[in-house]
């Protein structure tokens, strides 16, 4: 038997016991640095898990989430509704676009979000007398969240047979072949309730391309199934836009929000539902089955809504685009000198991917990307940067220095002198 790496009380997920991380666990944080226990200081380069596009310890957060549990430490929205979720309900139709989205549902993460979603699609088919469209399409490759509706939606190989996750209503097809979603709504077209898309997959950021999305929505036109974009870790400006689905041609039935929505600082998120949803519900008195303790707290709407006021009053947008730039040439500079490298990603959500590497190479050059001031995230055969929106440039160039120089030795063939 191997004896686990940590002996702390946490349980650590998505890692096995004896490769659990030995480092010091993590004490401070705040703007772009995270401070470990022993006093070690690192540059963010993911900003969190992708959720704190402002930066650690903005105060116009702490302090409306603060005044909030002074005024209203809870209220429910469970059977009915509060001023503090009315306010932040509407500001976020208003942010992604009141003539797309009527109403909103509130969670508490983003894979409850989703769970959320997939009961509902489900349900806007059987009131209009579809019931038979209960199956759900989804992407390879994509990631959906950890709770079971979720994971049926997952595209990667993340243990569903031994969780028992039921995905026998669930189809996935590839992005980049067009013409397996074609095949497939041309065999069970009538029996599809929606199409689920992250508009740039968070596993390796592979952007979703248009001629698939143009499938998509020919597709809606012709079968009648709803469109889903899953926008958790793309949402609040995180390829450039305020909602990734904002640059597509056409508008989604339904937009799910977490990571950036309280600046990492609420268990929360939002499904944003379409006008024409909305009114099949209305009309057929028909109500939704959801709720949750903790969703849509006045502290979790206080949150989102100074979140988004400080999109607004901070040009968050702007200097993100301006972040993205400084990111391009870096991550051409680290390409040019690492030979094989190669990037994916679009705006502040990128990948550089490692020829061939293991899940045991790319763990090490995390771990020294660490060791040397920088924490970038793994991905398949890549790693990953996501870095917050609000970057300082020299701030962002000491971030990229140790990254560089650390892939570059990685990917150097042994013996050699890296320049």
């Known amino acids: 038997m191997r004896t686990p790496a940590s002996t702390g009380f946490t349980a650590q997920f998505f890692v096995s016991p004896s490769q659990q991380s030995l480092s010091p666990p993590l004490a401070s944080a705040r703007g772009t640095t995270v401070t470990y226990a022993d006093g070690t200081r690192c540059r963010d380069g993911i900003s969190g898990l992708w959720n704190v596009p402002l930066g650690y310890g903005h105060a ?44 909103v549902a509130h969670a508490t993460s983003g894979s409850a979000a989703v769970d959320s979603a997939i009961k509902l699609v489900r349900q806007y088919q059987a009131v209009r007398g579809e019931g038979l469209r209960r199956t759900i399409i989804s992407l390879k490759g994509s990631y959906h969240g950890m709770t079971l509706g979720a994971m049926s939606l997952t595209g990667e190989s993340l243990r569903q047979v031994v969780y028992g996750t039921d995905a026998r209503a669930v189809r996935h097809v590839d992005h980049r072949r067009p013409r397996e979603l074609e095949h497939l709504l041309e065999r069970e077209g009538s029996r599809i309730a929606a199409v689920v898309v992250e508009p740039l997959q968070g596993s390796g950021a592979h952007v979703v391309g248009d001629d698939f999305l143009s499938v998509v929505f020919q597709g809606r036109r012709q079968h009648g199934y709803l469109v889903v974009a899953d926008e958790v870790a793309t949402g609040f400006g995180r390829t450039g836009p305020m909602f990734a689905s904002q640059s597509w041609t056409e508008s989604p039935d339904l937009l799910i929000t977490s990571k950036g929505l309280t600046n990492g600082t609420q268990a929360a998120s939002a499904v944003l539902v379409s006008h024409q949803v909305v009114q099949t519900f209305d009309d057929a008195d028909s109500p939704f089955m959801h709720g949750e303790t903790q969703a849509g707290t006045p502290a979790s709407c206080a949150a989102i809504l100074a979140t988004l006021r400080a999109f607004d009053e901070d040009d968050v947008l702007a200097q993100g685009r301006r972040v993205h730039a400084q990111l391009d040439g870096r991550l051409q500079a680290l390409v040019e000198r690492a030979p094989g490298t190669t990037c994916t990603g679009s705006g502040c959500f990128r990948a550089v991917h490692l020829p061939d590497a293991s899940g ?17 995230q793994p991905g398949p055969s890549s790693l990953q940067l996501v870095p917050a929106l609000v970057y300082e440039p020299c701030e962002l160039d000491l971030l990229m220095d140790r990254v560089e120089d650390v892939v570059v030795a990685s990917c150097a063939p042994r013996g050699a002198v890296v320049a």
């Open 360 to 376: 045991a190479e790319v763990a090490r050059i995390i771990e020294r990307c660490r060791l040397s001031g920088a924490i970038v």
């Open 60 to 103: 116009g957060v702490a302090e409306a989430v603060h005044q909030a549990l002074l005024d209203a430490s809870y209220l429910t929205c469970f059977r009915g509704t509060h001023t503090w979720v009315e306010r932040a309900s509407k500001a976020l139709l208003d942010a992604a676009g009141a003539q797309n989205y009527r109403r």
